[in-house]
């Protein structure tokens, strides 16, 4: 168990509709991450947060958001589903930002599975 | 251009014996950290062992090795003495130690090799 807690585990929905992924990291990790694992596209970041800003931004499309609230947990908003997003979606934390050479190793949650009909 | 590559889809290995998963990187960043994950069919992805590019010495954890040769941007996992249970995707991902705040601490992520140890 890395203690970071992801609901719901699985999550069916139909295309258009909108979805939130919520995440809660390990006690005293600042930095939120969220990835994305899916057939064709392998595992690919998407957004890092940390201590409720905004850190850097990946391959995440214009129809997903999230935000990581002042308790830390984060929330991803996939909106306007498509059946191509139908994937894994990780949720990761670390205790900070990496400096130079330095470990900060990302925790990843178990994963919600969405599936998109 | 791939950042990490791993070109082994997929490899067979005895119960007991070691096996040696590729990965190459590209990075013109000086300042690095390599990981490796293990996805077992469950889904879950599992920290096994990380490297820093400044690091002298090739790290190991437990039955994990990583056979570091920066001059040839390579990070193949050893796994010595293979068990029933190290049946599992392994992926090579790298974090770039960019100056840049919008490069944040991301992981760029291999597309994994899959592993099944035979009995």
């Known amino acids: 168990d890395s203690g970071v807690t992801q609901t719901p585990k699985h999550l069916i929905t139909a295309t258009g509709q909108r979805v939130t992924l919520r995440c809660s990291p390990r006690?005293?990790?600042?930095?939120v991450y969220w990835y994305q694992q899916s057939l064709d596209q392998g595992l690919q970041f998407l957004i890092q947060?940390?201590?409720?800003?905004?850190?850097a931004k990946g391959n995440i499309l214009e129809r997903f958001s999230a935000q990581q609230f002042p308790d830390l947990h984060s929330e991803l908003n996939l909106s306007s589903l498509e059946l191509g997003d139908s994937a894994l979606y990780f949720c990761?934390?670390?205790?900070?930002?990496?400096?130079?050479?330095?470990?900060?190793?990302?925790?990843f949650g178990p994963g919600t599975r969405l599936t998109v009909l | 251009a791939q950042k990490i590559t791993q070109t082994q889809p997929g490899m067979f290995v005895q119960e007991k014996e070691a096996v040696t998963l590729d990965c190459t990187y590209d990075?013109?960043?000086?300042?690095?950290?390599l990981f490796w994950y293990k996805q077992p069919s469950s889904g879950e992805m599992i920290f096994l062992i990380y490297?820093?590019?400044?690091?002298?010495q090739n790290a190991t954890e437990g039955r994990y090795s990583l056979n570091f040769q920066k001059a040839r941007k390579s990070a193949n996992l050893v796994i010595s003495a293979s068990q029933l249970g190290d049946s599992a995707m392994y992926f090579c991902?790298?974090?770039?130690?960019?100056?840049?705040?919008?490069?944040?601490?991301?992981?760029?992520f291999g597309g994994g090799t899959r592993v099944l140890v035979k009995p």
């Open positions: 990761a934390s670390s205790v900070a930002l990496a400096s130079q050479n330095s470990y900060n190793e990302q925790f």
């Open positions: 006690s005293g990790d600042l930095s």
């Open positions: 947060y940390y201590n409720g800003e905004e850190r």
């Open positions: 990075t013109s960043d000086p300042s690095y950290g």
């Open positions: 490297q820093g590019s400044y690091d002298q």
């Open positions: 991902a790298m974090r770039e130690g960019s100056k840049r705040r919008a490069a944040g601490n991301k992981l760029t």
